[in-house]
């Protein structure tokens, strides 16, 4: 297990403290949509942090070659019930080296807002290996004041309410953040921790990474799609 990240619940937990019977219940929201209107149509896709295939399922139904990457074995076993014949690649993202380049990589799931700041670097350096020099980069964001909006909660279509408990200093500009699953049978619980960035430093950092922001995919500045500036 990470450094300040576990898991409560049924089923196994990912280091990062997710449960990955979780994420075989949670349905997919916007992330195909966006996805499929920034690339274009039938790109090769590298997918890091897949976890169970929620977003990966619909992008190979759309026609995209998907590579789907995680660090769990038992969630690259849910992305192959979900989607068989898909090509998964369990690793850390951070040193992942494929020795090939994609059309699009993608980073979700706000894996940018790693607490530690030399990973997040490796995950960047990560997308900017395996981007072609003419591709993109999708990176989901956390939105504005999402640390101070708590607690706060949405309904999952899968019936899952999800909640934001809290978001408390733990020193170095770094929340502890804790999230919770409930459905109707199960309930389950997150703590991991999050770095806030800015725009400013977001953007600063991806330059470290050799890449640059192309756009904002969405009026919420969540999801954006970044283009190398390095060969």
Known sequence: MREGHQGTGTGAITPDGCAVDVYRRLGVGIEPDVIEAAVPPGASLLELGCGAGRVTGPLVARGFAVTAVDESAEMLEAVRERVPGTETVRSPIES????????VVMLASYLVHTA???????????????????????????????????PRERQDPSGCTVRIVSAEPVGDGVNSVLAEYVFPDLRWTQTFRSRPLSKEDFERYLGEAGLAVDTYLTDDGTWVRARPTSS
């Open 116 to 150: 530690e700041h030399s990973e997040r670097q490796a995950l960047l350096e990560t997308c900017r290996r395996h981007v072609r020099d003419d591709g993109c980069v999708l990176i989901q964001r956390e939105g504005e004041g999402w640390h101070l909006d708590v």
């Open 96 to 103: 992942l080296d494929l020795a090939r380049r994609f059309d």
